[in-house]
Each structure stands twice: as C-alpha cells, then as structure tokens.
C-alpha cells in the first residue's frame, strides 16, 4: 500500500520526527510511505534552527527550495497533481486543508477512488468559528475516509462539524522528538545551579518559550508576574525568544524585579533553558495545540496554560501536573503562580505527573496508531 503525505515544510522538525517513526515501522504493516515537502521553512520561522541540524530517516523531497511564503498558488497546485499522478498512491494524507492546492488534491483523489486523510491541528476554542467558511469545511471533512488529530480537542471540533468518532484514527499526533530533547536536557542537568547563576537567574524561575508577540498575551505575563516579584525575591520570570514586541516587553519589565531575557535558540537547545527552569507558562489568547507543553513536560515541568491552548484537555491535570487559567483574567493567573510560590515542595512532585501524563505522546506509539489507521482504511 502506497501513502503519500502532503506537508508545507521540512523545517517542522516535530513532523519529521514522526514521518522517520512511520518509514521505519512501515513494513510490518505492508505500507510504503513517501512524503512531500513544499518548501524549506516559513520566514516566521528563520531563527528558529537549521531544518538540516538533525538528519531524519524518511522518504522525502522539497518541491521548492524557497520559503512557503514565496510560492505561489498555482505553481504548487501544479506540481502536487504532477507528484500524485506520478506517485498513484492508495492513501493521501493532507496536513493543511486550509491550503486551496491541497483542495485541488483532495477532489481530484475522490475521482481517482484514492482514500484520504485529513490531519488537524485545529480546536474549537482557538478562533471565533461561524458561518459560511465552517460550512464550507464540513463540506470538505465529507470528502475524506479518516482523520488524524492532534488531540482531544482538536477531535471534539471535527466531531462538531460532522465527523464520525469512527473516522478519527488517532488523538494523539502532536508530538515532538522526545530523544533530542532529553539529551539537550540531560547535557544541562548536571550545571543546573552554576549555568543559573552565570545567567542572573533568580533561584526559581517561570518561564516563557515562544515568539515574542500580541497572540502569545505576554504583556498580561509580565502584570502578572509583578505581583508575584512584589511578594518574593525567590522567583524569576524567563522569556526565551524572539519576536516584534520585544522591545516594548523589555521597556515594561524594567519596573519589575527578577525578570530575564534570553535570546532565541534553534529548537534543539531549548530544553538546556527548560533544564534550569521550575515551571512553564504558555499565556497565549490563542493556541491550536502549544507543542512547548509537550517540551516542558518530557523535561519533568509543572506547567501553566491559557484555557484557549488545543493541549489543556491532554496534558494539563488541575492540581497533578499543573493548572489552566483564563488568559483575560490577570488574577487567574496570578493565583496560579502563586501556588508554585507557596508550594515549592510540590514542584518534583507535578513535574514527574508531567512525565506520565505526556508518554503516550511518544513519536513511536502515535506511529503505530496512525499506520493501524491507514491499513484499517483499507479492510
């Protein structure tokens, strides 16, 4: 059985880690896996680590040597119908039905009697969903046999827009690469307290990870944390990373003690910044999923995430592994991290939960779940 799967870009490091666990567990269910990149990378993402860093196993070819941003639709609507033509699989995965090219691919497979399957990252609490364009997608869910879902959440929304259970072939498709990222963790373990105080860090510290900018609600971050750094000298605040509103954030934190700026670093370093930090905080308005999560919780942190976030019913278990909080409620916040504050104790405790809870996210299992799905297609 032949799959073909459409993806917009090599350097998601997180996907190439499951398409390497897919061509390597592929044979034992007859399946032969080749996968279509579109492009390098998006701009948005140029500082975030070379796609060549890590050399991941798997059958594969960019169509263009350029950024997503630069290639126009009709040009890659073009060569993906020349690769499915030449290629003529048996099952065509999608990963960006928002793509026109990719609706294109997904008709012209129902003429061609090709099973598809759709991936979503989406949820149904990540942007305001009315009208015609919702309509307009339970259209296009009705063309395709299966479904493969980032989470719960993201399965809740394709249910709400008509997709039988049945459909979804697995829940669990947001994964990262559990072994680079242990190792980074590990290589910074043992300097924990030293690479801390080269640093200025504070002796415990939240911390940030992500793009600095008005979606990820950094402003109200950083009102939060004041409260908190007007109780305690013992805690830090980190944001690791890059993004247009740096600047302004710098400027509001000069009133506030114990906060650090780090600068952006390619994906595989960041677990060397979770290494030296107690708690993650994800304040985002809005987030599909928030793989960071998934990040901090292999690294054994306790975890504070915005209710919006795609992940929260998977991986965030009030009072085990860390809590959720309304992101337009400062005071939610704060309480929250307060917890932490008063509960120190607690910090190994929820940080081994985090562990447990995110081990079925394991790039292995979530492989071998997607490709039963793929060979049940065909039953």
Not at 173 to 186: P, S, T
Not at 246 to 262: G, T, Y
Not at 310 to 333: A, H, I, M, S
Request: aromatic share 10%; hydrophobic share 40%.
């Amino acid at each position: 059985m032949r799959v073909l799967i459409v993806h917009n870009q090599l350097w998601a490091h997180y996907k190439s880690k499951l398409f390497s666990e897919l061509h390597r567990l592929s044979p034992q269910y007859g399946v032969e896996i080749h996968v279509v990149q579109i492009a390098l990378s998006e701009k948005s993402r140029a500082n975030m680590g070379d796609a060549d860093a890590f050399r991941y196993n798997y059958d594969y070819e960019v169509l263009f040597n350029t950024s997503l941003d630069q290639v126009k639709l009709w040009p890659r609507t073009k060569a993906l119908l020349k690769k499915i033509r030449s290629y003529r699989p048996d099952v065509l995965n999608l990963t960006g039905w928002y793509d026109p090219a990719q609706w294109v691919l997904l008709f012209y497979a129902k003429l061609a009697g090709i099973k598809v399957i759709i991936s979503n990252e989406s949820n149904v609490r990540d942007h305001v969903r009315m009208g015609a364009k919702e309509r307009f997608k339970q259209f296009l869910l009705k063309q395709a046999n299966g479904f493969f879902c980032f989470g719960q959440s993201s399965a809740a929304y394709l249910e709400k827009l008509g997709v039988k259970p049945s459909q979804i072939l697995t829940r669990k498709a947001a994964v990262v690469d559990n072994d680079v990222i242990l190792e980074h963790y590990q290589k910074a373990t043992p300097e924990r307290e030293k690479r801390k105080n080269q640093r200025g860090w504070a002796p415990y510290n939240f911390i940030f990870v992500g793009r600095l900018i008005p979606p990820k609600n950094l402003t109200m971050l950083l009102e939060a944390f004041a409260e908190i750094s007007a109780e305690t000298t013992d805690w830090g605040l980190v944001l690791l990373g890059e993004g247009d509103q740096k600047p302004m954030l710098q400027q509001q934190a000069q009133k506030i003690k114990n906060i650090r700026f780090e600068a952006g670093v390619a994906w595989y370093e960041v677990a060397e910044y979770l290494a030296l930090a107690d708690v993650l905080v994800l304040p985002s308005d809005s987030e599909p999923w928030g793989l960071v999560v998934n990040e901090a919780m292999i690294c054994g942190l306790p975890v504070l995430v915005s209710a919006p976030s795609g992940c929260v019913e998977d991986l965030v278990r009030t009072g085990q592994n860390g809590f959720t909080f309304d992101p337009r409620q400062k005071q939610d916040l704060v309480a929250k991290m307060r917890y932490f504050v008063q509960n120190a104790a607690s910090l190994s405790r929820m940080g081994d939960a985090s562990r447990q809870i995110v081990a079925p996210f394991a790039p292995e299992k979530v492989a071998h779940e997607m490709l039963q799905g793929i060979a049940n297609l065909q039953k």
